[in-house]
């Protein structure tokens, strides 16, 4: 019976052993397939807004401040990202949600009548980006952008909060990039946390979808507040 013991733990620990490994490669593909989507969803998530903005040629109810903070935040990550050499599929997104939150930002410049203001702030922000992105930049200085972006992320979120509540509408804010952004920060914590393990990016994920809850709770009470004041209008003409 001894002889028989000896011969089948091996065989146990290797099976637990395979259970683990398995475990792991089940998260670390989780993660790929996760933040691949991400990626492919970013491609779009902010264009409803952009043509909500282009269709009424108005930036009613978008705060630009709430909007170049999220577009400082967004290019701190990708530049930390990128030159910390972390994967792709983590912060890919970062790459196309920059380019259409600067398209937001020039947008709502360009129709509050600072077209001039608006040109100059994109060859300004092109000329940030080139210096961050291409080592002329200190990795300590990269990295003390990314921790900022905690409270960054946070008050761009708050302040855009703040304005729909003040307003009470959520103006030409779009549905669609509310709720795109909610999941697509919320699906974020997880492959960071499978990815790069960087705290700064996990914490700053878990404010961002804090903070996005919040804008998607918004967008869904004044949906219905606008829609009761349209019928009480129409019931009234």
């Known amino acids: 019976m001894n002889f028989l013991r000896r011969r089948y733990e091996p065989i146990q620990v290797k099976h637990e052993n ?10 670390a593909t989780l993660s790929k397939v996760l933040g691949l989507g991400i990626i492919g969803g970013s491609l779009l998530v902010k264009v409803p807004q952009i043509v ?10 978008i705060n630009v401040l709430s909007v170049l903070l999220d577009l400082f935040a967004i290019t701190a990550m990708v530049s930390y990202s990128f030159i910390s050499g972390f994967p792709f599929s983590s912060w890919g997104d970062g790459v196309f949600l920059g380019i259409q939150t600067l398209a937001i930002a020039v947008l709502v410049m360009h129709f509050s009548g600072n077209t001039v203001q608006a040109t100059a702030f994109l060859g300004a922000y092109l000329a940030v980006v080139f210096a961050a992105t291409s080592g002329l930049t200190s990795v300590k200085i990269l990295w003390a952008c990314q921790a900022m ?12 909060a703040y304005t729909n509540y003040t307003n009470g509408s959520t103006g030409q804010l779009s549905a669609a990039t509310g709720f795109m952004l909610f999941f697509g ?11 790069t393990g960087d705290m700064t990016m996990i914490i700053m994920y878990i404010c961002s979808t804090a903070a996005n809850a919040v804008i998607a709770a ?3 009470y004044y949906w219905n507040v606008v829609t009761q004041v349209k019928e009480k209008a129409k019931k009234a003409q």
């Open 18 to 27: 395979l259970e683990h490994v398995s475990v792991g490669c089940f998260k």
């Open 52 to 61: 909500k903005i282009l269709k009424s040629k108005s930036a009613e109810g």
């Open 149 to 160: 972006n905690i409270p960054i992320v946070l008050t761009s979120k708050l302040i855009q």
């Open 185 to 195: 920060s919320l699906a974020r914590i997880f492959t960071s946390i499978q990815e």
């Open 218 to 220: 918004q967008i869904l």
